[in-house]
């Protein structure tokens, strides 16, 4: 049996973002291999989407009042966890096509998981987020999902 | 290139074989625009005073994703033309810093080649030579 996580924390496993649709722009693309220091001409130019662009692209634009005052925005689609300290996360991201400029690309974020462990100094929270990005085809782009921890 | 190219570059890969290095350097001025990039106003990021004197940092905090990226441009240059990134599978372990010198590499864990698949094993390692972000990486090759 878990300890922290109470039935009601655990039925919002399979809460689902509204979809985001956004357009890829050879600026953006430019503007982020810049950021990222690449050095490969066809991305520098904008001629396709780096990976991980996907990132900057669904990054939650928000609006200024609704950033904390530390600049970050919340999180709408987690509940509220009974431990809040954020510890390292990791990331798995499946590349299944191609991004060029011009693509229109649509995201969903599902919350698929909730667990406890224990870990050394007491117990962790464990979850875990889908993000599946699909072109106006519906096919499948990229599939990344998030693990974060929480103490 | 021709298939036959692919294929042997393929087969010249084996376990153990090293990724070239590469050095980083994320001073504040290109910390700033990747975050602009996305839009994360997140203050340790950009914020230094409240970087150090509210959260406790030493500098300013490179964000996660930027070691992830990197990750990625150390397998995208060693495979050139001839493969792709299919997945990878990576984590950020250490805070960075502003300015810290940061190392990516990798080292060939495992070829299949009927698969024409090779799975890596990639990292970003600080000065102290502590790994920050591992990661494992599937790479296809395009062509058997």
């Known amino acids: 049996m878990t300890g922290l996580l109470s039935p009601e924390l655990l039925s919002t496993i399979g809460r689902t973002s509204e979809p985001r649709r956004e357009l890829v722009t050879r600026r953006d693309i430019r503007k982020y291999s810049i950021a990222t220091d690449n050095r490969a001409r066809k991305y520098l130019d904008g001629d396709e989407a780096p990976p991980m662009f996907h990132v900057a692209l669904f990054w939650d634009v928000v609006e200024l009042d609704q950033l904390s005052p530390d600049g970050v925005s919340i999180d709408t689609l987690l509940p509220k966890f009974p431990l809040e300290k954020a510890m390292a996360g990791g990331l798995n991201i499946e590349y299944h096509k191609g991004i060029f400029p011009g693509d229109w690309l649509t995201s969903t974020r599902t919350l698929t998981d909730i667990y406890e462990k224990q870990g050394r100094s007491g117990s962790l929270i464990f979850y875990e987020v889908v993000m599946d990005v699909v072109n106006d085809l519906g096919e499948l782009v990229i599939r990344e999902k998030t693990t974060r921890i929480l103490r | ?144």
């Open chain 2, 1 to 144: 290139m021709s298939q036959a190219s692919t294929s042997s570059r393929l087969i010249d890969i084996k376990a153990g074989d090293e990724l070239p290095q590469r050095e980083f350097q994320c001073g504040n001025v290109q910390l700033m625009l990747y975050n602009a990039a996305l839009w994360n106003g997140h203050r340790i990021h950009f914020d230094e005073p409240y970087a150090k004197e509210v959260e406790g940092y030493p500098g300013l905090v490179v964000a996660g994703p930027l070691l992830g990226d990197w990750l990625h441009q150390c397998v995208e240059e060693w495979l050139g033309d001839d493969g792709r990134i299919f997945s990878i599978d990576y984590s950020n372990r250490v805070a960075t810093y502003a300015d810290e010198i940061l190392i990516s590499g990798g080292v060939i864990a495992e070829v299949r080649g009927a698969d024409n698949e090779v799975e890596i094993d990639v990292f970003i390692k600080n000065a102290a030579g502590e790994i920050v972000a591992p990661g494992k990486v599937l790479a296809k090759f395009a062509n058997g």
